[in-house]
Nanobody, 120 residues
Framework: QVYLVESGGGLVQAGGSLRLSCAAS????????MGWYRQAPGKQRELVAA???????NYADSVKGRFTISRDNAKNTVYLQMNNLKPEDTAVYYC??????????????WGQGTQVTVSS
């Protein structure tokens, strides 16, 4: 079992910044992609940003230039630096990771979610 624990959410004014962290623990042989998704009330969960084990990244158009995803492979941790936050960024943010728990068993896990609220 692989567990993901997120931290760093909160309430911030528009234009402010927050940094989310997500640490993976448990039975981990290797982690492939890690990413952040978000879900606003009444909306579907959407990809915000993702990063491969080699450091390749991709972002939703709505956050390009404002958010930066990074990871520390030694710590099995992924970060999301969010700058110039807008009220429309308000959502529950979920961490996701997939990889291999052993050489023959893969995994895909979600964190419990962390609330980000941006006031106007």
């Amino acid at each position: 079992q692989v567990y993901l624990v997120e931290s760093g959410g909160g309430l911030v004014q528009a234009g402010g910044s927050l940094r989310l962290s997500c640490a993976a623990s448990g039975s981990i042989f290797s982690i492939n992609a890690m990413g952040w998704y978000r879900q606003a009330p009444g909306k579907q969960r959407e990809l915000v940003a993702a990063i491969s084990s080699g450091g390749s990244t991709n972002y939703a158009d709505s956050v390009k230039g404002r958010f930066t995803i990074s990871r520390d492979n030694a710590k099995n941790t992924v970060y999301l630096q969010m700058n110039n936050l807008k009220p429309e960024d308000t959502a529950v943010y979920y961490c996701n990771a997939n990889g291999w728990a052993t050489m023959t068993r893969n995994f895909g896990s979600w964190g419990q979610g962390t609330q980000v609220t941006v006031s106007s």
